[in-house]
């Protein structure tokens, strides 16, 4: 019986990592994304998110409830240490221990990064049209320029190693085969999401006049 609730916890961990938290991630990067094109391209999405109906109720039920339990639940798994990768190589041992850091470092930079923007703005010290000049003057210290940069970094390594673990527990990659090619496609999103992220850090920090930028 408790096992049963243990494979159950495990399996609900897994798929939240991926839906809706990694969806999530993806669509967050996206909308940050649109910094590089200057503040009033980034203000535009974040209105249109603002926009969408229902959005604390959806915002506590798919994003801060699943965050929640993936974190309490991955702290736990993360301070068991059961190694029973005995299995793999020395590669994915390396991985599976990096999923594991990469998940404590995440969560004290998403805890840190929600009080810093989503806590202010429910408490109304900050207001959404003020969310650019916000994350410039956050970025504008060295350390907390750095501070994010690990933070994203982890949060996206965690996410695409953690699509590789996904495959296989869900029985989608089973030979060594795909579970090679597996790694090389979980890669590439690591790379393409960690320099989509990359880009608007740096947009937010050294923002560029758009209207000056295109003239001649
Ligand atoms: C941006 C937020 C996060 C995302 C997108 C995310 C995503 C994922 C994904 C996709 C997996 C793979 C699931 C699987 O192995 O089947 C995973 C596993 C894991 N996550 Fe997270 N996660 C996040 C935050 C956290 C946090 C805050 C912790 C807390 C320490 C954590 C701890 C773990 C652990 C320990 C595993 C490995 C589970 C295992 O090997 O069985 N994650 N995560």
Do not use: C
């Amino acid at each position: 019986m408790a096992n049963h609730r243990h494979f159950f916890n495990r399996k609900l961990h897994s798929l939240l990592g991926v839906v809706p938290i990694g969806a999530f991630l993806f669509i967050h990067l996206l909308t940050n994304y649109y910094a590089t094109r200057g503040e009033a391209a980034f203000l535009d999405r974040v209105k249109i998110m603002e926009g969408l109906p229902f959005l604390a109720l959806v915002e506590l039920v798919f994003i801060f409830l699943p965050l929640l339990y993936h974190a309490i639940f991955g702290l736990y798994i993360a301070f068991q240490a059961k190694n029973n990768v005995g299995n793999y190589g020395y590669f994915r041992n390396v991985m599976f221990m990096l999923q594991r850091v990469t998940g404590v470092i995440t969560l004290i930079f998403v805890a840190w990064h929600v009080w810093e923007t989503k806590i202010q703005l429910v408490m109304g010290t900050t207001q959404a049209t003020g969310l650019f000049k916000l994350m410039n003057e956050i970025l504008a210290s060295p350390f907390m320029l750095a501070f994010y940069i690990v933070g994203l970094l982890s949060a996206v390594f965690h996410f695409s190693n953690g699509l590789w673990s996904f495959a296989v527990s869900w029985g989608i990659t089973i030979g060594p085969r795909s579970q090679r090619i597996s790694t090389y496609v979980t890669m590439v999103i690591f790379v393409l999401m960690s320099v989509m992220g990359l880009m608007a850090l740096f947009a937010f920090a050294h923002p560029v006049d758009v209207a000056q930028a295109i003239q001649p």
